[in-house]
């Protein structure tokens, strides 16, 4: 069982940074995609960015990309997403996610297996 834990949220003005962190349990030897979405209440889960922990594909919501990283450790068992130049539109619950096997140009669409508990992060003017 893969345990998924966010840390890292908070309250930022806009242009502001923050990194979010999610420690995973998972087996270092095997293929996972990771990924971090976030989600306003009363609207859909938005995908904002992915890796396969087996190669160096990473993808990128339109909406993110040139402002946020996603990276893993060397152990791959932490999840990073480095988040810059925040704006209002940010703000969000973040929750990372996990699914064996890799990922595609159609992770946003693919159903994971593991989630956490969400970190909220909220931007303000």
């Known amino acids: 069982q893969v345990q998924l834990v966010e840390s890292g949220g908070g309250s930022v003005q806009n242009g502001g940074s923050l990194r979010l962190s999610c420690a995973a349990s998972i087996d270092p030897y095997s293929a996972y995609c990771l990924a971090w979405f976030r989600q306003v209440p009363g609207k859909e889960r938005e995908g904002v960015a992915a890796?396969?922990?087996?190669?160096?594909?990473?993808y990128y919501a339109d909406s993110v990309k040139s402002r946020f990283t996603i990276s893993q450790d060397n152990t791959k068992s932490t999840l990073y997403l480095q988040m810059n130049s925040l704006k209002s539109e940010d703000t969000a619950m973040y929750y990372c996610m996990a699914k064996h096997w890799g990922c595609g140009a159609n992770w946003q669409n693919i159903k994971y297996d593991y989630w956490g508990q969400g970190t909220q992060v909220t931007v303000s003017s």
């Open positions: 890796l396969w922990t087996s190669g160096p594909n990473t």
